[in-house]
């Protein structure tokens, strides 16, 4: 009996040991006959690694648990042999591991947060972990043993583990759509784990069978048809039913997410009232839930696109107009698609102090590095897209996660959770890994999806696009950064030492003269000890760049301490125009002009209109003509010849529209006579000999043209061709 005990309070193998059902019920009876008897002190005493219950402590949970028990209604008082000892085993194999006392050494350095406090939310997103083992991938310590993942994110400090739960996430068949095949099984099994080390639990139920966010909010296959109202009774029943599951498997439930970044929607419905109205019940579900078993659990909704912050403020006066009833309002913030540090403070405060609701960061991450674990493609690359500050580093991945909680925790915000930093790859980058990704659903989707998602998951599944945003590397093994969560308080220190060098590049004009920067910064761990130092760059390499023609080449240089650095050189044609397809907020470099009363044109945020990015000038009149341009003037252009063009698109215009590009230089003007000819049929009329003598010109776009007719303009680009 105390062999048993001792493995299960001291967190042993025994976990992952399949034993027999016979060993498994008498192992379980003899464990409830210990607490009765409270003969398990012996065995808890002095557990190695972790803080364990004592048996005084146990007997008063116990006793606690009991009391509570009896105030519940009458179908839940009688608890079977098998249950009473399923939770006698939960509370018995509970470990948890004290936060530092003072700051640490480390292989990383983190500034401390002073006014932190213990209970911040240190929370990690670990749904694919079961996909994970099942696949073949072990986790390892930091000892390099293998170790149960849940045991190694509690030692770095985790206090909060998310769970996302899918309805039915598998096709007719059983076969798993993937992301972690997550359904409440998956969501039990996952939150015992956390729980037995002393861990809270935030199950995040999407109410789809499969991922839902902006991009779509399926229903459940099971809920087709219904009503809105059926739904949302359809919903207030699974949520009860699951939430019933989870606390009776003795999963430490502490919040319930109702719904994923449910911006434009929830469950196949889209319409406000109705949305609230799911919302409403399955905030009902939970409260419920709570009461019955005595638990405060916090109710959270989610939503994401925070750099909207209008957008935010009109989702939570809706909740507040309708009456829903929630704790926690929760926001998704990556920091390279979603903003600024600031602006997600802005939003937390509004959220606290006009709605009075708390708030979390339910979602967050970023790269330590730019390679692909799987073969499959990252989402975030690590190369184009970093954050100016942050490298694809493991120093640089802690530095971020510190930094969003320093500034969270200064806007009053409860804790952040890091998205999937488990999620580690299945297989070998050189492999092919897909039989993996199919069976297990270790992917992020696998083909079995396509029915019920065609138009994503259908088209793109595969494996996963996450790994190098993990807190493990490829193998399994924690990152140095995934200590950050323990050292938020009182921080951590190093040797100093150089996190990175931004990358530096030039970009020359053909027939222009290569300049290369002086000295280079030098970002390191400890960000206060950044510095400029002085750069020399190999002369006979950048003697041998051509700039007579467009090219790319690399300089290497070296620092004073013999750092080697490399200057990436493009030469090329440089575009003149400033904001050239208005993708920029800032359009006041542009001057537009037009006849009549009614402004017919505007900058038009719609992809499929613009010929680069996103935005173009728009125009359009329902029952005027227009008579318009847009033009934009220079006055210190390097003397030359210049060419000048222009792409548009756009239709139902009359014959005798006119339409011109031109270019004033030296009072004179030259222009491009043109007609649109359908939508996307872009058209690229051209000025091809511009001369500039005194560095002045002005260009632009100038239309006359019928009511009714419409198109875009996007792309204007001026190159110097020539001395």
């Known amino acids: 009996v105390l062999k048993f005990l001792s493995e299960e309070a001291c967190g042993g193998n025994t976990f992952y040991k399949k034993e027999e059902k016979n060993m498994r019920q008498s192992r379980k009876r003899l464990l409830a006959l210990c607490i009765s008897a409270s003969l398990c002190s012996a065995a808890l005493a002095g557990c190695g690694r972790g803080n364990t219950e004592t048996a005084a402590e146990t007997q008063k949970s116990t006793e606690t648990q009991e009391t509570a028990e009896t105030q519940k209604p009458a179908e839940k008082q009688e608890t079977t042999e098998a249950q009473a000892a399923e939770k006698a085993e939960a509370v018995m194999g509970v470990t948890t591991f004290p936060l530092p006392e003072g700051p640490e050494e480390s292989e990383i350095y983190v500034e401390p947060i002073g006014d932190i406090s213990d209970d911040f939310i240190r929370g990690m997103d670990a749904s694919a972990v079961l996909a994970e083992e099942n696949s073949g991938v072990t986790y390892y310590n930091y000892e390099g043993e293998e170790q149960d993942v849940f045991m190694t994110l509690a030692q770095a400090g985790v206090n909060y583990i998310r769970l996302r739960v899918w309805n039915d996430p598998y096709d007719e068949s059983g076969n798993g759509y993937g992301g972690g095949n997550n359904d409440l099984a998956t969501g039990i099994a996952l939150g015992k784990r956390a729980t037995r080390y002393g861990m809270k639990v935030s199950i995040d139920f999407h109410y789809s069978d499969f991922w839902a966010d902006p991009k779509r909010q399926n229903a459940p296959k099971a809920w087709k048809g219904m009503s809105g109202e059926e739904k949302a009774e359809a919903l207030y029943e699974f949520t009860k039913e699951s939430l019933t599951e989870l606390l009776d498997a003795g999963v430490d439930v502490g919040m319930v997410q109702i719904g994923n970044e449910i911006n434009n929607g929830m469950s196949g419905e889209t319409e406000v009232s109705k949305v609230m109205n799911l919302l409403s019940k399955g905030s009902s579900a939970v409260r419920e839930i709570s009461e019955t078993y005595g638990k405060d659990i916090q109710v959270v909704v989610h939503y994401t696109n925070i750099e909207d912050n209008d957008g935010i403020d009109t989702i939570a006066s809706n909740l507040e107009e309708y009456g829903v009833d929630y704790d926690i309002f929760g926001l998704s913030y990556y ?112 083909s079995y999806s396509a029915d019920y998602d065609p138009d994503d998951a259908g088209l793109y599944y595969g494996g996963c696009s996450w790994d190098n945003q993990a807190m493990f590397d490829f193998d399994g093994h924690p990152l140095a950064s995934l200590n950050v969560w323990k050292y938020l308080k009182y921080g951590s220190t190093a040797p100093l030492a150089v996190d990175y060098i931004p990358e530096l590049s030039v970009t020359c004009d053909v027939g222009g003269e290569i300049e290369l920067p002086e000295t280079v910064a030098v970002i390191y761990n400890d960000r206060s000890a950044n510095r400029q ?13 051509d700039t007579t023609a467009a090219g790319t080449y690399e300089v290497p240089g070296s620092l004073e301490d013999g750092t080697e650095v490399t200057c990436h050189i493009e030469v090329e044609m440089v575009n003149y125009v400033q904001n050239p397809s208005f993708e920029d907020a800032d359009t006041s470099m542009w001057n537009l002009a037009y006849e009549g009363s009614a402004n017919p044109t505007d900058f038009q945020n719609k ?29 210190d252009l390097e003397p030359g010849t210049y060419r000048l063009s222009v792409y548009a698109q756009g239709g139902d215009m009359s014959e005798d529209s006119e339409l011109e590009l031109y270019a004033v230089a030296d009072g004179q003007e030259q222009n491009a006579s043109f007609m649109v000819a359908g939508w996307a049929n872009w058209q690229k009329p051209t000025i091809s000999k511009i001369t500039v003598t005194d560095g002045t010109l002005t260009i632009g776009v100038r239309m006359k043209c019928n009511a009714a007719s419409w198109g875009t303009v996007d792309e204007f680009i001026l190159n110097r061709i020539s001395d």
């Open 533 to 545: 130092a002085a750069v020399t760059w190999d002369a006979a390499q950048i003697d041998a760049i």
């Open 335 to 446: 920091p390279f698609w979603d903003g600024t540090n600031e602006n997600m403070q802005t939003v937390a405060k509004n959220i606290q102090e006009n709605y009075g609701k708390k708030v979390i960061i339910a979602e967050t991450s970023y790269c330590y590095t730019s390679e692909d674990g799987d073969g499959f493609g990252n989402s975030f690359d690590g190369i184009e897209d970093l954050v100016e500050g942050y490298a694809a580093t493991v120093q640089s991945q802690a530095t971020m996660i510190r930094d969003i909680c320093a500034a969270a925790n200064e806007a009053g915000v409860q804790g952040v959770f890091y998205w999937e930093g488990t999620w580690v790859p299945v297989g070998d980058a050189t492999a092919d890994n897909s039989a993996l990704w199919e069976k297990y659903g270790s992917g992020w989707a696998s």
């Open 607 to 635: 992809t499929d209109d613009a010929y680069t990015g996103d935005v173009a000038f728009h125009f359009w009149s329902a029952d005027s003509d227009m008579d318009f341009s847009i033009e934009q003037e220079f006055t």
